[in-house]
C-alpha cells in the first residue's frame, strides 16, 4: 500500500500539469488577426512603433525621421500566406523641408541579407508568425533583434542577426511585439 502512495502522487501531478496546460492556447492566440503594429521593447525602448524610412524598419517617430522616404507602418497577413506580413506604409516624401503625402505602398517584412529589417515587393520574403503578442520568424533559426541607434534622440534602425551581439557593440537588444505600450493604450482611453 505504502508503495502506491508516490505512484498516485505522480499521476497527480501528472494530470494537473496537463489541466494547467489547457488554458495556455486561448493565452497564446497570435495576435495578428486583421491590422496591427509592431512595437520594439529593449533597454530604454518602452514600445517605440516600427516604421519605414527610405525602404528600411526603423523604430521611433517617422516625424523625427531624417529619411527621404518615411512613413508610420501597419501590417495585415497576405491572403496568399498568413505567414508574408504586408506592410501598409503612408509614406511621406520632404521636399526642401516641406512634407507631402506620397502613395501609400505595400510590401512584404523582410530579413535583409545586410542586417538590415527591411520592406520588399518580393516573393521569397520571410515567413513571420506570432506566438501571443510577440513576433516570430518561422524559415531563420536563432533570430536576434537589434536597434542601433542612429544618431538622433530616440531613433533607432532595426537589426537582426543569427548570433546574439554584445549590447557594447551599440546594439540595444530587443524585442518585436504587435502590443503597444501601456501608457498609449491609457493616454488613447482617456482622449
Known amino acids: 500500500m505504502l508503495r502506491l502512495i508516490p505512484l498516485l502522487c505522480l499521476s497527480l501531478i501528472w494530470l494537473g500539469m496537463l489541466g494547467s496546460a489547457a488554458p495556455l492556447w486561448k493565452r497564446q492566440t497570435p495576435a495578428t488577426d486583421g491590422d496591427f503594429n509592431i512595437y520594439a521593447y529593449g533597454e530604454n525602448i518602452s514600445g517605440l512603433p516600427l516604421y519605414s524610412a527610405d525602404g528600411h524598419a526603423h523604430i521611433g517617430d517617422p516625424a523625427a525621421s531624417d529619411a527621404n522616404q518615411k512613413g508610420k507602418v501597419h501590417f ?23 512634407s507631402t503625402a506620397a502613395s ?3 510590401s512584404t517584412l523582410s530579413l ?13 520574403s520571410d515567413n513571420f508568425s506570432a506566438y501571443g503578442n510577440y513576433v516570430m520568424i518561422q524559415n531563420r533559426e536563432n533570430v536576434y533583434y537589434y536597434a542601433l541607434p542612429t544618431g538622433k534622440a530616440g531613433q533607432y534602425s532595426l537589426r537582426w542577426s543569427e548570433s546574439a551581439q554584445p549590447s ?7 524585442v518585436l511585439r504587435t502590443t503597444p505600450p501601456a501608457t498609449d493604450v491609457i493616454l488613447r482611453k482617456t482622449s
Open 76 to 98: 495585415s497577413k497576405s491572403s496568399q500566406s498568413s505567414q508574408k506580413w504586408v506592410a501598409h506604409t503612408d509614406n511621406t516624401t520632404s521636399d526642401q523641408g516641406e
Open 104 to 106: 501609400t505602398s505595400t
Open 112 to 124: 535583409n541579407d545586410d542586417g538590415t529589417v527591411g520592406f520588399t515587393d518580393s516573393d521569397d
Open 168 to 174: 557594447d557593440s551599440g546594439r540595444v537588444p530587443v
